[in-house]
């Protein structure tokens, strides 16, 4: 892909459809060559194997990231029943192979069933989770154990989307995961197969939704090339797709950028102050009777 550099501006966000076989870091690379800086970051990693909607902020939209990290996601995986794996997916390791005979898929929809709502999950541990400031997934590389505490996140939905189906030997299903942040498909897979004394592991994934960002909004590096690295969502476009939004006069603008507190205008924050002139201020949360900036997007003045 050649380099390109569009005109400098505030930033926006770029959902990209992610390919398999590249990391998500491999993804803010090719994003830093195609929109010519390096402020560039994303709202939650995919694992290599993975495709589907990452988010990314450059520039100033980079600040949006940590309101978008903490929002539901959507899934679709193909859970393989019979084989477990040292990652849980198809990239690892793929340990001793079970009998699925006695599997069928009435009772694989029963054991679902236990991990919905607010459960208690351990990570994998080939995972990007930091122990003592290094990936668990590069301390198992190095032959080091790891050993994950587990933590509580929330399955608001996981369903079959189709119909099971044995493939040489092994017991597939699709299904559809709606979860909050910091959940792992894989490990939801790892311990159904576990639940179902014959392990398991994922042969696909991909991910549908993250807050209110879907696959519509996405767009592959390749498209992103053809457009030479406009970006889809400028950052006032970013802001009104995932929050609420006010307009307000230039004198409030002022006042914010200077970190001051405005007059409330009784929306739930946090919530985007946009200028008369259609450009992003500050995102906004209201409390003693006043609205004040917790992110700021101009210099002051």
Do not use: N, W
Not at 89 to 114: K, W
Not at 157 to 172: A, I, K, P, Q, Y
């Amino acid at each position: 892909m050649s380099r390109r550099k569009p005109p400098a501006g505030p930033g926006g966000l770029v959902i990209v459809d992610k390919p398999a076989g590249m990391t998500s870091h491999d993804v803010v690379g090719a994003v830093r060559r195609l929109v010519g800086t390096r402020r560039v970051g994303h709202a939650g990693t995919l694992d290599p194997m993975a495709t589907g909607v990452l988010v990314l902020g450059v520039e100033r939209a980079t600040k949006l990231l940590t309101q978008l990290t903490l929002t539901d996601k959507v899934y679709s995986a193909t859970i393989r029943f019979g084989q477990g794996s040292d990652t849980d997916d198809a990239d690892g390791q793929l340990g001793p192979i079970s009998s699925t005979a006695e599997l069928s898929q009435d009772r694989v929809v029963a054991a679902m069933g236990g991990f919905a709502g607010a459960i208690a999950q351990v990570p994998s541990d080939v995972s990007a989770i930091k122990v003592d400031g290094r990936r668990a997934y590069a301390l198992v590389r190095a032959g080091e154990t790891v050993d994950l505490a587990a933590r509580s996140v929330t399955v608001s939905r996981f369903e079959l989307t189709g119909e099971s189906r044995r493939v040489d030997g092994f017991f597939d299903v699709d299904v559809l995961v709606e979860c909050s942040t910091g959940t792992y498909v894989r490990a939801l897979a790892r311990d159904l197969g576990m639940l179902l004394g014959v392990g398991a592991h994922l042969t696909a994934l991909r991910r549908t939704r993250v807050g209110p960002f879907t696959e519509d909004h996405a767009i592959t590096l390749e498209e992103l090339a053809a457009v030479g690295g406009q970006l889809p969502l400028p950052l006032p476009e970013a802001i009104a797709a995932s929050m609420p939004t006010r307009r307000i006069t230039p004198e409030q603008a002022s006042e914010l950028s200077f970190g001051r507190t405005i007059e409330p205008a009784g929306i739930a924050g946090p919530y985007g102050a946009i200028d008369e002139a259609g450009a992003a201020v500050a995102l906004l949360v209201e409390s003693g009777g006043r609205a004040r900036p917790t992110l700021g997007f101009t210099p002051k003045g």
